[in-house]
């Protein structure tokens, strides 16, 4: 390592900054969680004063009733595209099975025949 390098991360090292505390997670009450899944369902997105109304009518601040709206529409993104994945894997089975039942009703594919056991000729 050159002099230049090592200098460059002393520097980088002695210059760390206090961290900020970082909030605590908010543990919604089910009466809350209700009332903002009852206002997702038909507007997924809130005016400014549609949220003021949200928050002080569940005692909630702005940046909370923000940051669930947030997380709701990123989870019903995921949902969205979960949900399209079952729909194309049912796709692929019903094709699959269809195909199946096709060859099957045709004969393409016979089952081996099973050795049947000789009967007895009866001789003369």
Request: avoid cysteine.
């Amino acid at each position: 390592m050159t002099e230049g390098s090592g200098s460059h991360l002393n520097l980088f090292n002695s210059r760390q900054q206090p961290k900020k505390k970082r909030k605590s997670r908010t543990a919604f009450t089910n009466h809350q969680i209700f009332e903002l899944e009852k206002r997702f369902l038909y507007q997924k997105y809130l005016s400014p004063a549609d949220r003021d109304e949200i928050a002080a009518g569940l005692g909630l601040s702005n940046a909370q009733v923000i940051t669930w709206f947030q997380n709701r529409r990123a989870k019903l993104k995921r949902d969205m595209e979960e949900l399209k994945k079952d729909v194309e894997s049912a796709k692929v089975l019903t094709a699959h099975k269809s195909f199946l039942e096709k060859v099957h009703s045709l004969g393409v594919l016979k089952k081996k025949a099973q050795p049947q056991e000789k009967s007895p000729v009866p001789e003369k």
